[in-house]
């Protein structure tokens, strides 16, 4: 059974920083580019960061220079550290394969306040 599992949110002052960690239940994860989205309130679910099984990362233009995506292939786990927070990053975020049509776990919210 595979299972998404996010963690590390919570509420941060706008400059704070957030790790986000996820260990992601599924098979061929080492192969696999996974992702960090994100929904705000009211908005579309977005791509914010991915990460290739070579290690290979890129992320949104908004987020360049704070956010960093990594993994852990042996303990099958996607990280996302977060820093200079502001408060349009306020939102649910999730990991998950980048092509891939299973469910969504359950995400982990994050706060900023301003």
């Known amino acids: 059974q595979v299972q998404l599992v996010e963690s590390g949110g919570g509420l941060v002052q706008a400059g704070g920083s957030l790790r986000l960690s996820c260990v992601a239940s599924?098979?061929?994860?080492?192969?696999?580019?996974m992702g960090w989205y994100r929904q705000a309130p009211g908005k579309q679910r977005e791509l914010v960061a991915w990460?290739?099984?070579?290690?290979?990362?890129n992320c949104l233009d908004s987020v360049k220079g704070r956010f960093t995506i990594s993994r852990d292939n042996a303990k099958n786990m996607v990280y996302l550290q977060m820093n200079s927070l502001k408060p349009e990053d306020t939102a649910v975020y999730y990991c998950?394969?980048?092509?891939?049509?299973?469910?969504w776990g359950k995400g982990t919210l994050v706060t900023v306040s301003s």
């Open positions: 599924i098979s061929s994860f080492s192969i696999r580019v």
């Open positions: 990460i290739t099984s070579g290690g290979s990362t």
């Open positions: 998950r394969p980048t092509s891939w049509g299973g469910s």
